[in-house]
């Protein structure tokens, strides 16, 4: 872990002037990308998972198929962020979801619908990344599960 100390002197907030008087910023190297073995993790946000148009398909499948539905959204999710990353996933990544709840999610005025739960998959994440829709916004940050 290395350290980078900040020289900034002042912070303009909204008008509002702060002075710094130390400032520092820590480093950590963490593993990121395809995995040998099956990892497991849970949301610490909800998941956004679904769009407009996934949703009309979710809503008319059975437990099984909307299982099988949110695992390959997972794994997009995932390929989408790699891509974000400049990272390139060179072999096929495997989800599992453990357990999962949906619910609705208000965010400025719109709903979604949310998930909470864990889920195994074949990839290096690092703690508080999130995936999914609205991870700007904060939603889809997970972390790792030891076992």
Do not use: C, H
Request: proline share 1%.
């Amino acid at each position: 872990m290395g350290e980078i100390i900040l020289n900034i002197r002042e912070l303009n907030l909204k008008g509002e002037v702060y002075r710094v008087v130390n400032g520092y910023a820590k480093v950590k190297f963490e593993e990121f990308g395809v995995a040998e073995n099956m990892i497991k993790y849970k949301f610490i946000s909800p998941w956004i998972a679904l769009n407009e148009k996934n949703y009309l398909e979710y809503k008319e499948l059975d437990e099984d198929g909307k299982k099988e539905l949110l695992e390959k959204i997972l794994v997009g999710n995932i390929l989408s962020m790699s891509k974000y990353l400049d990272y390139t996933v060179e072999e096929k990544l495997k989800a599992g979801l453990l357990e999962y709840e949906d619910f609705v999610v208000k965010y400025k005025g719109n709903k979604f619908i949310g998930f909470w739960g864990e889920f195994l998959v074949n990839f290096n994440i690092p703690n508080y990344l999130g995936i999914g829709r609205k991870v700007s916004k904060g939603f889809g940050s997970v972390i790792r599960v030891e076992e």
